[in-house]
């Protein structure tokens, strides 16, 4: 179930990742193009020509028309217009140059200090109009830039939250925020499907304490600095009063009147029958194998009894007494009691199955409780993905039975290790768990059951050689200098291809 869940986060964090990606890179093509609108245009050959186009028609009016009056005025307008695309330099360059050119066609004769007079004034004059220009050209294309800033913002925000709430309708999982008082403030499609609500509005605004009492619990908890980031799996119930099992992953986020949750729900209805039906049926098969066990005890006990009655009948005046032949009878009336067995017809659900996906399993299962002892587990998998005839269920229970009894028999070593190998024998795969423990004293009472010595019941390698047998396959004890090492032989689907 959990690997489900977060194989569906992955892939929408995948997609959100590949989405802002997109965002930000369109962003910054968008901001690029808007740094160069705040600079001077790169084209200005057009406004330069018309610039100059006046100055000649100014220049040539009053050179031809030999007016009394001077156009100095005039001089202002190819400046104004060159003002647009040049910098401040080259607008005080060009001032001073249309303020000499004015001083070209004065009206009359003046003396050396007004021509200079003149010629200042007009220049402080242009100069003032240009730059005054320069700067409200500036200010514009300043302006028009951050309008297209603002614009461009405006456009990625809406375009990611399209994006996100397409994320979030999209999603199996039922997404949630809530306020401090437990009410929904925003709840995705699934999130009012899977608590019997109608799309869209009918689940906003209602409590959710009476639904998913555990969201009420985090946000009545959460005050102050005291944030939550976590999961929990828990009881849900629907409009119409149904529970069912649900998984959470939720946090918290603000203070005060601002505490608000945000929460993804899944519904693991399907996940809990799965379990209880395997669980019910290892129940089942562990009862099956127990009396199995049992049985197999009480026939030993008949065997002996039966050869003690046997001697007993060869004495004389024995075969006739009552008291005997009664004891006769019990003895073959307990045999057939007895004759229960394991149902060898019955087999397994097995098929074929990834021998190296179920090592990855195991691994994630025993390597913490090596930690703990301080151990250390080696794997040493020398086929590549092999496909086994097995019961995916059984064949674990055989793998954590043996890495049990290897982490019970070496915690107490100085350096406790597990050796876990896999490699190919003809038509079979061999599993080897060997650990450094202190071995086994008689390993020919191995997978007897009910063993004196045993930590346990003393079942657990009877059980799972019967496993082991119900698909076909063999566990063998390997007797080896140090430690103790089990073999478990599969058979192997490219063998059987290959024949």
């Given amino acids: ?153 405006q456009e990625m925000r809406h375009h990611a939250e399209d994006q996100l709430r397409i994320l979030a309708e999209s999603s199996p999982a039922a997404i949630l925020t809530l306020n401090r008082r437990s009410e ?26 009476d639904h998913i009492p555990v969201l009420a619990g985090a946000l009545r908890v959460s005050t102050g600095n005291r944030q939550i980031r976590t999961s929990a799996s828990s009881w849900a119930t629907r409009a119409n009063g149904e529970t069912f099992p649900v998984a959470t992953w939720f946090s918290t986020y603000g203070d005060g009147e601002d505490l608000r949750l945000a929460g993804i729900l899944v519904d693991s209805s399907e996940e809990v029958r799965e379990r209880e039906r395997d669980n019910f049926r290892h129940i089942l098969d562990y009862n099956r194998l127990l009396a199995g066990a049992v049985s197999h005890e009480i026939r030993n006990m008949c065997s002996a009894i039966r050869v003690v009655t046997s001697n007993l009948g060869k004495k004389q005046g024995m075969p ?6 009664a004891l006769t009878s019990l003895v073959t009336s307990l045999s057939k009691i007895a004759s229960f067995d394991l149902d060898q017809s019955k087999q397994q659900d097995s098929g074929w199955l990834s021998l190296n996906d179920l090592l990855g399993h195991l691994r994630v299962v025993i390597e913490p409780d ?25 064949l674990l229970q055989i793998f954590l039975n043996l890495s049990q009894n290897s982490l019970r028999a070496a915690q107490d070593c100085v350096d406790p290790r597990l050796e876990i190998a896999t490699w190919a024998d003809g038509p079979n795969v061999v599993i080897s768990f060997a650990d450094n423990g202190p071995g086994i ?43 103790c090492r089990f ?8 063998a059987v291809k290959e024949v």
Avoid at 197 to 208: A, C, E, N, Q, R
Avoid at 320 to 325: E, H, M, P, Q
Avoid at 454 to 459: E, F, I, Y
């Fill in 184 to 209: 929904v403030l925003a709840a995705n499609r699934a999130a009012h499907e899977m608590l019997g609500y109608t799309y869209p509005h009918d689940l906003v605004g209602k409590s959710i304490e």
């Fill in 370 to 394: 090596w930690s703990d002892v301080g151990g250390e587990i080696t794997w040493n998998i020398q086929v590549p993905s092999p496909s086994v005839h097995a019961d995916a269920h059984a």
């Fill in 1 to 153: 179930m959990f690997g489900t869940v977060v194989l569906r986060k992955s892939k929408q964090d995948q997609t959100s990742q590949v989405i802002i990606s997109a965002l930000q890179l369109a962003r910054l093509r968008r901001l690029a193009s808007l740094d160069a609108i705040s600079e001077a245009p790169k084209d200005r050959k057009p406004a330069l020509l018309s610039a100059l186009a006046l100055l000649v028609l100014v220049v040539s009016f009053e050179y031809f028309q030999q007016l009394d009056f001077s156009l100095g005025i005039f001089y202002v307008f190819p400046i104004i217009v060159a003002a647009t695309v040049l910098r401040r330099w080259q607008v005080v360059l060009l001032a001073f140059a249309c303020a000499w050119v004015r001083g070209q066609f004065f009206a009359q004769a003046v003396t050396l200090l007004e021509f200079w007079l003149r010629y200042a004034m007009a220049t402080i004059a242009y100069c003032g109009v240009g730059l005054l220009v320069v700067e409200m050209s500036q200010n514009r294309r300043r302006a028009l830039s951050a309008y297209a800033r603002v614009k461009l913002e």
């Fill in 487 to 494: 073999e478990l032989v599969l058979r192997r689907q490219e």
């Fill in 441 to 483: 004293a008689d390993p020919s009472v191995l997978f007897q059951p009910f063993r004196p010595e045993a930590n346990g019941s003393g079942l657990g390698l009877f059980i799972s050689r019967t496993l082991a047998r119900s698909f076909s396959g063999q566990l063998n004890h390997v007797p080896v200098r140090q430690g």
């Fill in 320 to 325: 006739g007494d009552a008291d005997f032949s």
